[in-house]
């Protein structure tokens, strides 16, 4: 990417739950944006969305829509990122990538900034932006990892529904009223909108994330597993993920174990040790009962952990609860921090 | 306990959660009841409850209220049952006390029929049932451990707020409603009515259950590592739990990784061996989404299992993920099958 003083941007999936928090995010930031080009599928196309006080007109994505682009934010599906990823590269676009589509190809780096910063230097054009229960993880973890070694994770995680999109916020909320109310309790979009069956996610839990692959794990639970090593480059790393979705809008909670490599850590160190982590913030206070909820994370930038406790019989066991907020953290601010990244690295050179 | 052919039976706690299904549950088998006798505490007094299409007048839980009685079943927190349930084993009465006052006793007999049905014989009056989350979690491992040997658990719990009293589950209501109308929420019970600070349960996750000890683990995670170790009778086993409350009415979920002795078995035979579980129930059929989830436990008397996974890293690791109603398996259901129990002693001797 060229150095200059403004940048014209596009992001894909400007109406959907991340495509606006990331047009949020470059407002927050002021991001040095010459032009911003908000695309979308042609069923939004004409409506309007607002950036810094001005309306802006939504386009349709298509390959062309990408001519003069400098950074592509992608957050409209795997599908469309397969098919216009590259499109946009061709046209001299940097492609940050918020699916699947790319995370695992060896050629595309899988970067948090705080964790893998180097690894952009790499890039061929796109960079994907890993999946959101996994950042807030390995971003909680790099500072444990970095000081006493890291060789086992176990981890279950409390997911709430805004990672399955806008039309999933809404069913939860006509669930939760439903029930309330006692009346018909329609099942459209839960666990998975493209499978067979929906069950009610409104006082519930779905321990199905994403779709079933034949080792029994579902993709989201591989999603965190294998991009937790290709981020932290640690392919011996032992890595196990339980997804699980439930009745929350905003942020993500997990319950995490690890194995360091150190048997003399105590309580205080951990929790200093993680106090220090960039981007994460300790909030383990339980003489105040002070711990992150999801509703307690809900807008905020960052990472939180609470619950630091040692395992009982592991003496370099840990116990760690760690929320962030899916779509910001999990997806736009990250993204927008890979794009200010790539900047500040152009300028670097 | 002597036999007879109807017994005097007193429910201590009948007005609660716990109480009103501890009733349901006798009735449902049929208990040779001669009387039953309803208490608790002076605010409920002369209040009805149903049993058998009879109305029965509720008496004050009193140390006399016992006279008579043959088995008493208390629910109505650890410190009634320490002021009353000696007071009934004096006048005779056999204790199933479902609090978590006399559990670590070493001379109280912690008792999950399908796993330690034997220890009852042992008992000095008082038989205590465990905390809801430990039964369901020893309940779907003890055909494990038989047949492969058990010797790590690792649990992360996803906790209904009716484990927390009939309050809770109105708060949980009335938030809920409050949050969907941008009205005001009230906190008041949750998570533990008795501790300075309360947060909102209604769509959000507070990984708090009960008081924190020392070690930095609430009271809620040391009754599972302790009460487990206790019931399996294996003081060696290594037990971590992270116990979270969750937004919705009945059952807990819990997603427990497990380490067998034996490093040769599949996950067929994993899920076959649960399947010949007593009280069990395999529900995992992840090619037709086939998975238990807290509303498609709730009603139900036995433990269900799902999701089983070989660990990808750990040749004797395995996930599963395992859900029961917290009423009836995790409190009512399991003393009135205690009580059953002592009752087929009884005849057998």
Sequence with gaps: MEAKSRYNVAIVGATGAVG????????????PIEELRPLASKRSVGKLIQYSGRNITIQEATPEAFEGIDIALFSAGG???????????????V????TSAFRMNDEVPLVVPEVNREALRNHKGIIANPNCSTIQMVGALEPVRQKYGLNRVIVSTYQSVSGSGLDAVEELKDQSQAMLDGTTVNTEIMPVKSEPKHYPIAFNALPQID?????HYTFEEMKMINETKKIMEAPELSVAATCVRLPFFYSHAESVYIEIDDDQVTVPQMQGTIKEGQGVVLEDDIMNQGYPTPLSAEGKLEIFVGR?????DVQNGFHLWVVSDNL?????WNSVQIAQTLIEMTTEQ
Tied chains: 1, 2.
Aim: aromatic share 4%; glycine share 4%; charged share 35%.
């Design 20 to 31: 606006q928090k990331m047009i949020e995010m470059l407002e927050m930031v002021e991001f």
């Design 79 to 93: 599908s469309i990122s397969k098919q216009l990823a590259n499109e946009a590269v061709e046209r001299g676009a």
């Design 95 to 98: 492609v940050v990538d918020n």
């Design 211 to 215: 779709t079933f692959e034949d080792n």
């Design 308 to 312: 630091v406790r040692k395992d009982l």
């Design 328 to 332: 910001l953290k999990g997806a736009a």
